[in-house]
Every structure is written in structure tokens, then in C-alpha cells.
């Protein structure tokens, strides 16, 4: 516990960082026209009726005058996908506005699209802040678009992910003498994989194939030419060992086809009816994906396919890059 | 677009609800001593120097006129794992403060345990913020726990899944022509099960144990006195199909007995060997997910099981519960 005179900046400021934010743009003109816009993390609401939202600027910030003397100002809630345009609007210098449309708004300060929400103000307070002005805006005009909004914590970046409303268990409550549980991590992950499996199984059955047969198809259809040592070296770790048998089945039902390159080496590679059947497969991986983002939100499974990538990279036992350029 | 005049209250809420926040509990005590505190999300900070933070609080809240009186005021940053306290504070009439052990802080508001960060206050200002009034506190002390925090977002709790400082890529980017894509949800997931399970596979290798008879040893561990046929009840979705011959060959192992019930039914048990080998598989899958925590980080695990769980919820093809009371 720190008093203030001895209080760390640097202590201080991370724990500050703590409290999660949103991350929003907030835009208006100079007396002489010219757009500026900052990005800012110290909005909130205050009240409802009055409409009123506050934010506080710095000082000793380049764009406190025009903030200060130009009534009109926008808020923008960014989403998700904003992540670089508020890295933009956070440095200085740069012409921030190049390239970016601007929406009408009932004001002169800059509209800009494809936000979470905007909330066009007009300021009604200033107050003292310390080493910032806090503004206090009454609201004039408000929209959202139901994009999954950016969230900073800690100086990172983040998405949220969202708890349900009532505790979720999959199952009842483990007799207490039971370790194995459905909060281990492992078993989660694997229920999730079999049962997003399950449903391109069914497809799979239909095409006569199993997962081993469906896992080569969709490594040739990344990447064609491969050796049988090479389909394994990407394969290998999922626990499956491809063998020649199973290359010549999937060659017998014309799906891949044998060649011999320059050295004499057997390299497979799909032909046009094995092409259609993967494509068949990531179809419906796609579908399943689309059923299961309409369930979660969208922006829930930008925050899973962001931790899993995450998971992934940090358990990577260094598999060859699949997708590399050769 | 809406005007002032034509505002929905609701659309508002909603609209200022998709700013992210995190969650605070914010204490003080009445005149008479009594401790109150109340759940806020206006929370934000303000200027480092002096180091201020505001909030507000509505004009007709019922301790209003504690906070407006008494100087000191503690703003508590809540932990992911504190959801129940902030429910608490949030509500009316109980007595908020049963059971909670307070620290000792510098003045005399309530300061609660086990929270992310808090800030010890003294209100420096007190603005008008139309139905609300804008508390500025000067921090007099602060201190700070590394918990992950509590997530709010629009009228949910949410963890924050934070992305990585720059942009994560598992491979190179694929070509324009392919329609597989290390984005795919269902490649991301397949990833991260083999990849975890691939650490297990070594120790069951030691144990001279392939995948299935993993699977059933676990599933044996949770729930003894199965058939076979409910054995392959509880597997199926994974796509294996347990036959009596993987079950002699863990007999003769001597991992599993099989036992005749009162109706001459088949059943399977687990042996002391056959739980013992358990015990150590679970060891190390929760060794291999500490180690994960350790790269990812506690909050991120959290929100991650939290997907995972909301995702396997959406997709269950209607598993019988494993851990369900007989």
C-alpha cells in the first residue's frame, strides 16, 4: 500500500490499467476546419436523462484547444476490426483521416463508419481533472451496429467473452473423491473438437471416408506434391500414422493420384474429383461454424479463435508450416 | 439517427452498454458508522498527477447522501472470480457486508479482500452530471493482486480473451485459391486437442496404452459398473467404437475386471492398477494445462474453458451426463 507521495507512476498507472475499457475514437474540427481525432479509453456514461457521456483529455494534449473552443464532438465505440484505426488515431503526426469515408452527421465533427456505436455530443461541462479536462457531453444523436466491439486491459489489446447469464455446467456437479472433471482443460477441448467432428462426419460416411482419409484430403488440398513421409511429418501429430494402404484406397476411389517426380519419388496429389470432395468438406465445416457463431455471437468466437491460435501457438511442437511458400 | 427529443431510453442503454467496462464495488461508511457500497461501472481514471479517478452515482441512489458527506470513499476493481459479490452490491436491502472480512485500510471505508486493484480516496470534486452526480476522488493509496478481472459488457460479465501485442499467425498466409485457412474454427480446435493430447500420448505410450483405452480408463474413472454397450453411450461422439477385444486386452492388462451384476450383465470396473494409472494421466493433464496457464495466463484460461464450455453447450448432440448421480 503506497502513500501518495511515494506513489510509483509506473504502479500506479498498471493498476489502473486494471479496470477494462472499451476503446473509442472521439473526433471534432479546428476553428479552421481541419479534422483531428484522438483515441481514448476514459469514456463513460453519466447519465440517462439528460443524455450526458464524459471522457477526459490531457492538458496538455495537442487537440485540447479544439476540443476546448468546438462545441461539437463524436464519440465512436470501436469494434473488433478497429484495432488498427485505433493505433492510428493513438499516434501523433500521421494525416489520421486519409483513406477513411466519412459518414453525415448532424454536426461539423467527423462521423466514422462501421463502429460499435457512435454517440454525437455537444459539450455541456468542462470540468477540472488534474492533469486532464474531463468533458461532459450531452448526447444529440446516438446509433449502434451490433459489431462485437475492441476492449483494452493492461495495455493489450482484447476481445470479451462473454459468461452466460446463469452458471453453465455441462454436466453435475463431480463426487468430490472425482480429479476428473469437466473444468479440465484437456477434456473441454476434446469434447469440443469431437463434437464440431461429429456433424462432418456424417458427410464423411456419405463420401465413404474416415477422419485419416479426410485429414490427407485436406492436407493435399493445402498443399499438393507431398511424399507419404511428408503427409505424416504434417499429420503425425494428431496421433494418426498414414500408411501406403490407406493412400492406395483414396487412389482406388480416384480421389488422389500418384506421380513420380524428377528423382524418381512418389508424390501425391488430388485430382479434380478429390478436389470436389474437400471442397465439399470445408463447405460444411464452414456451415458448422456459421450455426455455431450464430449461437455464441460472432464476437465470442473472434474471442475463442483468438485464444485457441493463442493455446495453439504455445503448445506448437513445431510442426513444418503447411501453408509455406515453396 | 435519433434526436434527443425522440431518444429510446432503452436503445441508449443499450447503445452506451456496448462500451466495455470492467466492475467495481465502491464503499464508504454512513454517518452512524453503518458500511454501504454499491456495484459501479462508471468507474474510470482520470489524471496521474494529481492521481485522480471518477465515478458517478445516480441522484436518487440511497447512498447518496453517505458519499456525499463522508470524504473517503474505496474503489474496488473486482476479480473475475468476485461475480457473486458484485450481483450482491448491485442489489437492494441485504446485508451486503455478511461474511466479507475487511482489510484494515487508511481511512475508515469498508476495503474488501481479494480484488484486482483498489484505490483508497478522498472525493476531490463533486460535478453535476444531470440524474447523476461525478464523484472525482483523489487516491491516497492503491494496491494491486495480478487477479484477472471482471468484464461487463453489454449487461453481461464477460473475462477480457486478450490478443497478443502483435498480430498472431500459426503459418503463412495461404493462397488466394485456398479455401482452408488456419481461421477455420474447426481446425483451430482439432489443433489445440491434438497438440495438447500430444504430451499425454508419451506417458500413455509408457503405459502401453493407445488413445481408446485412454478414453475408457477415464471414462471407467468417473463412472464404474458400465456395459460395454455404455461404454460406446458415453465415446461414440469421439468416433471410436470400443469393441470387447480393447476391453480383454485391458483386462489382461489388468486395468479393468469385468464383473456380472444380479441380472447377468456384463459390467466393467476399474482395478487398483487400472486407477492408479488413471491418477497419473490426470496428473499430467493438469500439468500440461498449468503449463498453458503459465504461457497464456490465468484470466485467458478462464475465458477460454468459458468459450469452450458455451461452445460444447451449443453443440451437444445430447451426451448422457457422465458425472450424473446413479
Known amino acids: 500500500m503506497n502513500a ?3 506513489f510509483d507512476p509506473q504502479a500506479f498507472r498498471a493498476a489502473l490499467g486494471t479496470f477494462t475499457t472499451g476503446v473509442t475514437i472521439i473526433t471534432t474540427r479546428t476553428a479552421e476546419g481541419e479534422p483531428i481525432g484522438i483515441t481514448a479509453n476514459s469514456f463513460n456514461s453519466v447519465s440517462l436523462n439528460p443524455p450526458l457521456v464524459l471522457w477526459s483529455l490531457a492538458k ?16 465512436h465505440v470501436l469494434a473488433a476490426e478497429q484495432e488498427a484505426l485505433s493505433g492510428r488515431f493513438a499516434a501523433q503526426g ?17 462521423l466514422l463508419p462501421d463502429c460499435t456505436a457512435r454517440f454525437q455530443c455537444r459539450t455541456a461541462f468542462q470540468y477540472e481533472g488534474g492533469d486532464h479536462v474531463i468533458f461532459v457531453g450531452e448526447v444529440l444523436a446516438f446509433d449502434s451496429s451490433g459489431h462485437a466491439p475492441l476492449v483494452f486491459q493492461s495495455g493489450q489489446y482484447a476481445l470479451a467473452a462473454r459468461k452466460p447469464r446463469t452458471e453453465l455446467r455441462l454436466a453435475a456437479p463431480p463426487p468430490p473423491e472425482c480429479s476428473y472433471t469437466e473444468d479440465l482443460l484437456g477434456y473441454l477441448l476434446g469434447r469440443a473438437h469431437y ?22 484430403l485436406s492436407i493435399l488440398c493445402i498443399r499438393d506434391h507431398l511424399t507419404l513421409d511428408e503427409i505424416n511429418a504434417f499429420v503425425g501429430y494428431t496421433g494418426l ?3 501406403a494402404e490407406t493412400l492406395q484406397a483414396l487412389q482406388q476411389q480416384d480421389l488422389i493420384a500418384c506421380e513420380q517426380d524428377a528423382a524418381g519419388t512418389e508424390r501425391y496429389v488430388m485430382t479434380a474429383l478429390g478436389r470436389e470432395a474437400s471442397l465439399h468438406q470445408i463447405a460444411l465445416a464452414k456451415a458448422v461454424e ?10 465470442d468466437v473472434m474471442a475463442l479463435k483468438v485464444l485457441l491460435k493463442r493455446l495453439v501457438a ?6 513444418p508450416d503447411l501453408w509455406a511458400a515453396r
Do not use: C, Y
Open 241 to 243: 500414422k498414414v500408411s
Open 195 to 216: 463434437q464440431m467432428l461429429d456433424t462432418l462426419r456424417r458427410l464423411l460416411a456419405g463420401q465413404q471416408l474416415d477422419e485419416q482419409q479426410f485429414f490427407i
Open 290 to 299: 456459421a450455426e455455431v457463431a450464430d449461437k455464441l455471437d460472432a464476437g
Open 314 to 319: 504455445a503448445t506448437d511442437p513445431g510442426l
Open 94 to 110: 500521421s494525416d489520421k483521416f486519409a483513406g477513411v469515408e466519412l459518414d453525415d452527421g448532424i454536426g461539423p465533427a467527423p
Open 4 to 6: 501518495p507521495a511515494t
Open 60 to 75: 496538455n494534449a495537442r487537440s485540447l484547444p479544439a476540443f476546448s473552443s468546438e462545441r461539437h464532438w463524436n464519440v
